[in-house]
């Protein structure tokens, strides 16, 4: 489904009990609108089919939990089989109220009326803070002008799927062909970039540790330090929140290869780092802090 950004649209939208993302009942919309002549829709209305469709909502493993928004809804066959075949609630956003006409009148023909939600709407304008899976099929260029909206309104472990068109230099975490079409998959990548600092008692105080990580997208790389020692990281991955990574450190005199996991919380880094081989007796619990003055953005090279 494909239709986007015009400057010539004037909207007014009244959304009717559209609750928070993790109470999502009684969707309905009402919607106003003007439409001047002669307006100019950027990507033209071509139909996704149902094999790319289904594949797409299998890929993003779409479920009961889930709020799907599809940008450039079309006739809203995404957001309404995200409903049908998932179980998940939907937001369709269109430029073209012919689309959104077309797209409620499929949802009362499916029944889910009571689940999904069509707005008019420029989707550059669009508010999509709420959505756990983004869809789009639009172009090339459109998907790059899109990429800093995802990454600033969406939150970390949020996934989108494209089909056809990849986001440029973001590689996707994973592609796939079905019938001849491309699918593109990513996951917001939490905000990692920077200097964490934390400490863990020893029996003779506390032993300071530093990871210092750089990032692109969510292709990252590491070193630890601890104390006045530095460790190369391997192993380092970022998915959504989830950090985890490998590093060499001494254990009752001997080195020993600890695997570390945790989530991301803004510039805090939770969770629990346990020796590869052996018993659970080594696990420790690690919590870094990060300044939040050394953060630097998700798309800028370090």
Not at 70 to 75: A, I, K, Q, S
Not at 204 to 213: E, H, P, R
Not at 277 to 291: D, V
Request: aromatic share 8%; glycine share 8%; proline share 5%.
């Amino acid at each position: 489904m494909k239709r986007v950004h015009t400057l010539l649209l004037t909207v007014v939208i009244v959304l009717i009990g559209f609750p928070a993302a993790g109470a999502l009942d009684n969707l309905s919309a009402r919607t106003a609108m003007s439409w001047p002549p002669q307006q100019k829709i950027d990507v033209p209305y071509e139909p996704t089919s149902e094999k790319v469709v289904v594949r797409m909502l299998d890929i993003a493993t779409v479920g009961p939990r889930d709020l799907v928004y599809d940008l450039g809804c079309g006739d809203g066959r995404i957001v309404i089989e995200a409903v049908r075949r998932k179980g998940a609630r939907g937001v369709g956003i269109d430029i073209d109220p012919k689309r959104i006409q077309e797209s409620n009148e499929n949802a009362r023909k499916a029944g889910v009326t009571d689940r999904v939600v069509f707005i008019q709407q420029d989707l550059f304008d669009s508010d999509i803070g709420k959505a756990t899976v983004v869809m789009l099929y639009l172009l090339p260029s459109v998907n790059l002008k899109l990429r800093p909206k995802l990454f600033r309104e969406l939150d970390p472990g949020t996934r989108v799927v494209s089909h056809s068109h990849d986001m440029g230099d973001w590689k996707a975490d994973r592609r796939e062909k079905v019938k001849g079409h491309d699918i593109y998959f990513w996951v917001i990548p939490a905000n990692v970039a920077g200097t964490w600092a934390w400490a863990v008692p020893d029996g003779q105080g506390n032993k300071q540790y530093n990871l210092k990580i750089g990032q692109r997208f969510q292709e990252v790389i590491g070193t630890f330090f601890f104390g006045n020692t530095e460790a190369p990281v391997r192993d380092i991955r970022l998915t959504g929140r989830r950090l985890s990574f490998m590093v060499d450190r001494m254990m009752d005199g001997k080195k020993t290869s600890f695997r570390y996991e945790g989530e991301v919380n803004g510039n805090t880094i939770e969770g629990t780092a346990k020796p590869e081989h052996g018993s659970s007796a080594g696990t420790e619990a690690w919590k870094a802090k990060r300044n939040p003055n050394a953060a630097t953005a998700v798309e800028t090279r370090d």
